[in-house]
């Protein structure tokens, strides 16, 4: 047998069939791009009959993510307790309802949430200014077990110095309404409130429900309320649901948030059912 020969078929052989997989897969992608955007350009013309409007683009941009992972996340208050202390510090804490405090700053708890105040002194200082104002919040966050690792910041002035406002992302994906602002003055931090979540693990990806699915879900709602408008935002993300308890530990859920002409928002789960 010519070997040679044989190896040089055997090589085209598997050439042509790597490429004919190939040009399945580009295919196979282009047809079911085609179509996810006639169904979507179908429900846009639904919604429209409604009197619920979006724009072509803001649909368009959010038809073919198809994948997320699930969070599990632990709260960066472990319990009211030892926060306080790592706050406050561990002598002379006064613990009233839901309340840690000392005479010269307080903590807070409701829900997931938290407040720390101070009644003169700064909590922390530092000598402040508008360019440090990220560094040194932040570095304060983080001595008190806050993983800040993943998000979009804001620095603002206000009468007495600065404003802070740390919003939690995983993935580049928002937890939405989980963020924490620093209150600063020239000479440190006079309050600090808020909540956040520290990252246990990570799922490999999931599938969620495609947004002309989420829509239709999105217009029963409005119809059932009675209310008509035009969708000014959509975004994917996270969301916790239950911020009224306090959780040492969630499984964060994959969520569309639809924001409409009055800037309110719905939360519709993008769990894709089993």
């Not at 009959?49 to 969070?71: A, G, H, P």
């Amino acid at each position: 047998m010519n070997w040679h020969k044989a190896k040089t078929i055997l090589i085209i052989y598997f050439i042509i069939t790597n490429f004919a997989l190939l040009v399945y897969l580009i295919y196979g992608n282009y047809i079911t791009q085609g179509t996810k955007t006639r169904v979507a350009e179908q429900v846009m013309e639904l919604l429209n009959e409604k009197n619920i409007y979006i724009d072509k683009e803001l649909l368009y941009k959010n038809n073919f993510i198809n994948e997320m992972r699930y969070v599990y996340v632990s709260n960066a208050i472990k319990n009211h307790e030892s926060f306080a202390a790592e706050v406050l510090g561990e002598e002379n804490i006064i613990a009233e309802e839901n309340c840690f405090k000392t005479d010269r700053a307080y903590v807070c708890f409701e829900g997931d949430s938290f407040e720390i105040g101070t009644y003169n002194l700064p909590i922390a200082e530092y000598q402040v200014n508008k360019n440090n104002a990220q560094k040194y919040a932040k570095e304060y966050l983080e001595s008190i077990g806050l993983e800040i690792k993943e998000y979009e910041v804001t620095v603002s002035n206000t009468e007495n110095g600065y404003n802070v406002v740390f919003s939690e992302y995983i993935d580049d994906y928002e937890i939405f309404g989980t963020k924490v602002n620093v209150e600063m003055q020239n000479d440190g931090i006079y309050s600090v409130f808020g909540s956040w979540y520290n990252v246990k693990s990570k799922s490999d990806k999931s599938n969620i429900k495609d947004i002309s699915g989420i829509l239709i879900e999105y217009m029963n709602i409005k119809m059932n309320k009675g209310l008509s408008d035009s969708i000014t935002d959509i975004q994917l993300g996270y969301y916790t649901f239950e911020s009224n308890d306090f959780h040492e530990s969630l499984l964060l859920t994959p969520v569309w948030k639809i924001t409409d002409g009055n800037n309110e928002n719905e939360y519709i789960d993008a769990r894709e059912s089993n």
